[in-house]
């Protein structure tokens, strides 16, 4: 029993660290961290706003609806579960776009940081192309009427209200 | 308990745990379709650069017919874990539940599939190699995951003054994501309510290591943390980690004697 804890502490511990590795990083929940709401901050969140036709974009509104069954969520939570995946979808978009604004940051030297401003990702490849950023697009199509116009934001908690952290381009449902 | 009881009754449990992600699954099987949010064409552009052996199994077996495939498989390993003492289905079960997770990069349902797969993997080595020290090494590894689960927990939000004030009990249950109702928002708002809440909590997962004490504290304590993980899921829809979590219980319970 003794070993078995040393041997899981380590590897709990090196939990904590990234790794490069696609492959190696989908079998991370073979080697969890167990570190839950260690640091409570405010999630990004995913909005939308469509339009039929040629008309106007309309008003933003949150991809979050009331969710059904609820009564029910302690034993059976499809929707609920379903909606956390999505919401870590937004997270991980946002961490990458971290990782690629560090990224610059370590090539042009000037250390600016990341999230300063609301990022426009049309016409940027290296946004567009992120994996993360075609699923959370495909999470937007998912909350707007089939065949309509749609645009999609993510805004991060700052004080007095949500900033824009990335906004998409106008897409063709 | 002896080793075989503890072992029984963890495959009873991790069955309803490992029925309960599958039947979830398959529920909102449409976003994993290829017209779905979780499409495989997506989630797979990430292992362009692996070996071709691994991209073409992985086209197979993580494509939406294949996962579909994989869930049945889960299902029905799940069900089979009570019924039968062979080997195969906590294997097949944790196999699924690894494929799951590494479809959808590397977690579906965070540290339920990591504790689904620990308790499944258990199992799997006490069926394939009964009352050997294999058997016991697996136990005891469900058992020391368990107990770091809730120590490292606790203690990381202890370092978090956040945490220490009682102010952050509010902050979680308004994150949108868990549509937490407005009556037991506003009775954790307040602030004795929130630091007790807090504490109480806190007191409980650093507290935890003592189960391996006794029979008697380890019995206790699981039943705090059975109505902790109940809590959790009627609060925050956080089903999954209350029947992952105590099928992990039978392990510790086995090592506290």
């Given at each position: ?55 106007e ?8 609806g ?7 969520r ?21 961490h990458?776009?971290?990782e ?27 946004v ?46 | ?8 009754w ?24 290829d ?6 064409r ?36 799940a ?11 906590p ?60 120590f ?20 979680v ?51 705090i ?33």
């Open positions: 029993m003794l070993a078995a804890l040393v041997v899981v502490v380590a590897v709990t511990l090196l939990a904590r660290r990234a790794v490069s590795s696609p492959l190696l990083d989908r079998m991370r929940a073979l080697c969890p961290a167990w570190r839950f709401f260690d640091r409570v901050t405010g999630s990004p969140a995913l909005l939308v706003r469509f339009a039929a036709g040629a008309g974009l309309g008003p933003w509104s949150s991809v979050l009331k969710r059904r069954g609820r009564s029910m302690w034993l059976f939570a499809p929707h609920d579960n379903l909606a956390l995946a999505y919401q870590s979808v937004v997270d991980r978009l946002v990458d776009l971290g690629l604004e560090a990224g610059e940051d370590d090539g042009d030297g000037d250390g600016d940081g990341a999230g300063a401003g609301a990022n426009t990702a049309e016409g940027d490849p290296a567009v192309g992120l994996v993360s950023y075609e699923l959370v697009t495909r999470i937007a199509r998912a909350h707007v009427p089939a065949g309509t116009r749609f645009q999609w934001k993510v805004v991060v908690p700052a004080e007095p209200a949500p900033e824009d952290y990335l906004v998409s381009g106008v897409v063709a449902a | 308990m002896t080793l075989a009881v503890a072992v029984d963890m495959a009873r449990l991790a069955g309803v745990a490992a029925a309960i992600a599958a039947l979830e699954l398959l529920c909102v099987r449409d976003a994993l379709a017209h779905g949010v979780f499409a495989w997506v989630l797979g552009r990430e292992l362009a650069g692996a070996p071709r052996a691994i991209r073409v199994l992985a086209d197979t077996v993580l494509g939406h017919r294949g996962m579909c495939s994989v869930l049945v498989l889960q299902l029905g390993a069900l089979a874990l009570p019924c039968t003492s062979h080997p195969a289905p294997w097949i079960a944790f196999a699924a539940v690894l494929l799951t997770a590494f479809r959808f990069r590397g977690t579906y349902n965070g540290g339920s599939d990591s504790m689904l797969l620990i308790v499944t993997l258990a199992v799997a080595l006490a069926r394939t190699a009964p009352d050997s020290e294999v058997a016991r090494g697996g136990l005891a590894y469900a058992a020391a995951q368990l107990v770091l689960s809730y490292v927990s606790g203690v990381a939000k202890l370092r978090d003054r956040a945490w220490r004030s009682g102010r952050a009990v509010p902050r249950l308004a994150l949108p994501q868990y549509q937490v109702s407005d009556r037991v928002r506003a009775a954790l708002t307040r602030p004795v309510l929130a630091r007790l809440a807090t504490w109480s909590m806190l007191a409980f997962e650093c507290g935890f290591p003592l189960a391996l004490a006794d029979a008697t504290t380890c019995w206790a304590l699981m039943a943390g059975a109505c902790f993980h109940l809590a959790n899921a009627i609060v925050f829809g956080l089903n999954r980690f209350l029947w992952a979590w105590i099928a992990a219980y039978p392990a510790l319970l086995y090592w506290s004697r």
